[in-house]
């Protein structure tokens, strides 16, 4: 599901990343762990589309996120440690504008998101501001975020 080969990223004067191999089995579960400055969060943002490598190779369930990143970043759901949420809007309205943002049809809009309030256990709270959350149900905002596309 994911293949990450021989990928570089160099900033001037700092190699970041020389020449790291992964490969994530569908089912697997993998962390990245080491010390603070060591690459983690650069190796992540660019498997994740934010950040282009210098070198090296990225595909997601077979797609390349440097040849076909739109169709790459769709084959995984993505939460980073601060995600972006509209703190204004409810809960359902957040996950109906972040749905379309990923490309789901209207006719099936609503079925994604009434499945993702129910994954993330949030249906109690579908028509409440975001920005009167508690952190834990802000983060389970962002798992539903990542998850309304249904990603493999």
Known sequence: MINVTNLHKSYPNQTVIDGIDIEVKKGEIAA?????????STSIKMITGYLQPDEGEIILNGVSMQKHPREAKA???????????YLDMSVREHLKFR??????????????????????????????????????????????????????
Not at 75 to 85: D, I, R, S, T
Not at 106 to 117: G, Q
């Open 32 to 40: 990245l762990v080491g010390q603070n400055g060591t690459g983690k």
């Open 75 to 85: 084959q995984f759901g993505y939460v980073p440690e601060n995600a972006p949420l």
């Open 99 to 152: 749905g379309r943002l990923q490309g789901i049809s209207l006719k099936n809009l609503r079925t994604s998101v009434d499945e993702v309030l129910e994954k993330c256990s949030l249906e109690g709270v579908r028509n409440r501001r975001i920005k009167s959350l508690s952190k834990g149900y802000r983060q389970r905002v962002a798992l539903a975020d990542a998850l309304v596309s249904s990603p493999p």
